[in-house]
């Protein structure tokens, strides 16, 4: 990521990044297979899942959603002093790169319709009624979209703000006060 950061997404090569961290380019490739790999980290697509589908069916689609994003939010950038801060600026850094690079912007569109699907899929199977299929769809990327712009707005305010209050203003600016549970609001 320091490398990146320092010398731009395009700059660097993979061999660079195999020289900085004392391993092959083959080794890199092992674990990462593209370029992209090294800088877009999972989004905590799994972790999402299980808090969506652990949450209550009677509460409505956008909560569940809205709630198990914050949550995760949460996750990324929780620790205690220092650790905190190394997961918030890590997690800033590869925003950052990926806002201002295409071939990332490109590569978290793809990631955040595997997110969706995740999170219809945790939601619970509702192939056999395609309305609710859709309206769960729907929900799901105005709910990952409403994160985009939280994520967003991170990034330009250089990570001052709260990651996960940030999310659930973007997810109450969206679907009003009901969005998510009183107590995630900051």
């Not at 190394?86 to 295409?102: G, I, K, Q, W, Y």
């Not at 769809?137 to 305010?157: F, G, K, N, P, Y």
């Amino acid at each position: 990521m320091r490398l990146f950061t320092e010398h731009g997404y395009d700059a660097v090569t993979v061999a660079d990044v195999a020289d900085a961290v004392g391993v092959s380019a083959m080794t890199v490739y092992r674990h990462f297979p593209t370029k992209e790999d090294l800088v877009l980290i999972d989004q905590p697509a799994q972790l999402i899942a299980e808090h969506v589908a652990a949450s209550s069916a009677t509460q409505p689609l956008v909560r569940r959603i809205g709630n198990a994003l914050i949550a995760a939010a949460t996750a990324s950038t929780s620790g205690t002093g220092d650790e905190q801060a190394a997961n918030e600026r890590f997690l800033l850094d590869c925003l950052r790169l990926m806002v201002s690079t295409p071939a990332l912007r490109a590569r978290h569109l793809d990631s955040q319709y595997a997110l969706q699907r995740a999170v219809v899929d945790a939601l619970g199977d509702d192939s056999a009624d395609p309305d609710a299929a859709f309206q769960a769809q729907a929900v799901a990327s105005a709910c990952i979209a409403a994160m985009h712009t939280a994520l967003t707005r991170w990034v330009e305010d250089d990570g001052h703000t709260n990651l996960p209050d940030l999310i659930a203003r973007a997810l109450t600016a969206s679907f009003g006060d009901d969005a998510v549970d009183a107590r995630r609001m900051g």
